[in-house]
């Protein structure tokens, strides 16, 4: 499986910057999870990606989403999916797709038909998308979000989006064989314990312990969603953790699992 999680942003000269703002991972090209900089940095995958699958509904993670049907709007010749929990639809009909932030791209139809699709997923149950088993998991985080099990051909990943300290994934992802890496978030240093608990967010020392619920120290583990104004300060602890199989996943890079 290859999982890409997409640039966010740029240095002063330019250059793709490595800190990440929004969150979006396209996985084997064709399904993204979450749609943070989706229309902004999908490249080469763009005319693939048709399915979109969401963790939660923060800005962060949803930011390109309107846009990324925008840009396609008038080539579509069959809907972008967008699948989410009920409440999550709920959530993008009320405050994003409602005419006044964006145009509600469920009713404006281009001429070959529908542009915008919403496929309800529920919480423990699988279903499939793009040659991709997914089981959404819910986490610890803003109400209802996320965490995936998601599998291919080859293996399967655990991919928890934002979550503070939480069960439900790791004994999901302790019930594969097939797991082959784990794809955890790590937003705030140990100095903002008490904001990461607020906002339900893990710190390095807190996805030590995530990781020990899991107890498959030989996994590939790699720490992505960390707060760009503190990355720094987040990857050193994380390297003083001392996890030889703890690694954090590059901004715009491609992992191999
Ligand atoms: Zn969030």
């Known amino acids: 499986m290859e999982i890409r999680l997409l640039k966010s942003s740029f240095d002063d000269d330019g250059s793709a910057s490595t800190r990440q703002h929004t969150a979006c991972f396209v996985v084997n090209g064709v399904a993204a999870f979450d749609?943070?900089?989706?229309?902004?940095a999908i490249g080469e995958d763009r005319p693939n990606v048709r399915d979109i699958v969401l963790s939660h509904t923060h800005?962060?993670?949803?930011?390109?989403?309107?846009?990324?049907?925008?840009?396609?709007?008038?080539?579509?010749?069959?809907?972008?999916?967008?699948?989410?929990?009920?409440?999550?639809?709920?959530?993008?009909?009320?405050?994003?797709?409602?005419?006044?932030?964006?145009?509600?791209?469920?009713?404006?139809?281009n001429e070959f038909g529908q542009v915008l699709e919403f496929r309800e997923y529920e919480f423990e149950v699988e279903f499939s998308v793009a040659g991709l088993s997914i089981l959404p998991v819910?986490?610890?985080?803003?109400e209802p979000?996320?965490?995936?099990?998601?599998?291919?051909?080859?293996?399967?990943?655990?991919l928890t989006g934002d979550t503070a300290d939480t069960d439900a994934i790791w004994v999901a992802a302790g019930q594969?064989?097939?797991l082959r890496?784990?794809?955890?978030?790590?937003?705030?240093?140990?100095s903002?314990?008490?904001?990461?608990?607020?906002?339900?967010?893990?710190?390095?020392?807190?996805?030590?312990?995530?990781?020990?619920?899991?107890?498959?120290?030989?996994?590939?583990?790699?720490?992505?969603?960390?707060?760009?104004?503190?990355?720094?300060?987040?990857?050193a602890e994380i390297e003083e953790l001392g996890?030889?199989?703890?690694?954090?996943?590059?901004?715009?890079?491609v992992i191999s699992v």
């Not at 749609?35 to 902004?40: D, E, F, I, T, V």
């Not at 996320?146 to 655990?158: L, P």
């Open 35 to 40: 749609a943070g900089s989706l229309a902004m």
């Open 59 to 109: 800005l962060d993670h949803i930011a390109g989403l309107p846009l990324f049907i925008d840009d396609l709007f008038s080539t579509l010749r069959s809907p972008i999916r967008v699948h989410a929990s009920l409440t999550m639809i709920g959530a993008l009909r009320s405050h994003i797709f409602n005419d006044v932030i964006y145009p509600n791209f469920e009713e404006i139809k």
């Open 138 to 142: 819910k986490v610890n985080h803003n």
């Open 145 to 158: 979000s996320a965490g995936f099990i998601v599998g291919d051909a080859i293996g399967t990943i655990a």
């Open 176 to 178: 594969r064989n097939d």
């Open 181 to 190: 890496a784990i794809v955890v978030e790590c937003a705030f240093p140990e």
């Open 192 to 235: 903002m314990t008490k904001l990461a608990a607020t906002a339900r967010h893990l710190t390095p020392l807190g996805l030590k312990a995530e990781l020990e619920k899991l107890d498959r120290g030989d996994l590939p583990v790699y720490v992505a969603n960390i707060k760009p104004m503190f990355r720094e300060q987040v990857v």
């Open 243 to 253: 996890l030889s199989n703890v690694r954090i996943f590059p901004v715009g890079g």
